[in-house]
T-cell receptor
Framework: SQQGEEDPQALSIQEGENATMNCSYK?????LQWYRQNSGRGLVHLIL?????REKHSGRLRVTLDTSKKSSSLLITASRAADTASYFC???????????????FGQGTILTVHP | NAGVMQNPRHLVRRRGQEARLRCSPM?????VYWYRQLPEEGLKFMVY????????ESGMPKERFSAEFPKEGPSILRIQQVVRGDSAAYFC?????????????FGDGTRLSIL
């Protein structure tokens, strides 16, 4: 089953506006990570939030985590055209053993920021 | 500092041929992960390796796919007798030693096309 579900699937905004993307997951996690992917490139790690954290900031990024609802959101403030990319959440499942290290990705949100 | 290096960037094979994808992790990283991304989708975990050991291969198809991470040299993902459905982008990621709060660093991927 799909561990991570993201919405919206696509988001189109104007430069300067804020962009919010949401992610839900199904099982207990150690941490949740957000990645960005530009077209034709690999993923770039943006931010990691641990299961015992509720909010984290990094520059123009703000991530929240609600473990009771098994959901997370990524907010990009004051967006720029260069923020245009696909954004993925990835959950790192709780428990050791063979699940350790594996990331389970959502389907992603395609963000387009118009200049 | 060199990031995760994958080669080739693009690989074209005919049905029935073999595909070999290489991944050199970041310096100092001993954990390697392979993921597959179909068009318009998120990444799906395939296999997690440490030097000379397969830790988790729960995402690997049972037949035709194999992976290794030898003591010396890059990690190799090998696909034998390729079929059209193997066409995808294959990403490698690496992380330093143990610790579930280490982000994974991704290469730019190998885009495999099957004719």
């Amino acid at each position: 089953s799909q561990q991570g579900e993201e919405d919206p699937q696509a988001l189109s905004i104007q430069e300067g506006e804020n962009a919010t993307m949401n992610c839900s997951y199904k099982t207990s996690i150690n941490n949740l990570q957000w990645y960005r992917q530009n077209s034709g490139r690999g993923l770039v790690h943006l931010i990691l939030i641990r299961s015992n954290e509720r909010e984290k900031h990094s520059g123009r990024l703000r991530v929240t985590l609600d473990t009771s609802k098994k959901s997370s959101s990524l907010l990009i403030t004051a967006s720029r055209a260069a923020d245009t990319a696909s954004y993925f959440c990835a959950s790192h499942l709780r428990a050791g053993g063979t699940s350790y290290g594996k990331l389970t990705f959502g389907q992603g949100t395609i963000l387009t920021v118009h200049p | 500092n060199a990031g995760v290096m994958q080669n080739p960037r693009h690989l074209v094979r005919r049905r029935g041929q073999e595909a070999r994808l290489r991944c050199s992790p970041m310096k100092g990283h001993s954990h390697v992960y392979w993921y597959r991304q179909l068009p318009e989708e998120g990444l799906k975990f395939m296999v997690y390796l440490q030097k000379e050991n397969i830790i988790d291969e729960s995402g690997m198809p049972k037949e035709r796919f194999s992976a290794e991470f030898p003591k010396e040299g890059p990690s190799i993902l090998r696909i034998q007798q390729v079929v059209r459905g193997d066409s995808a982008a294959y990403f490698c990621a690496s992380s330093p030693g143990t610790g579930s709060f280490q982000p994974q660093h991704f290469g730019d991927g190998t885009r495999l096309s099957i004719l």
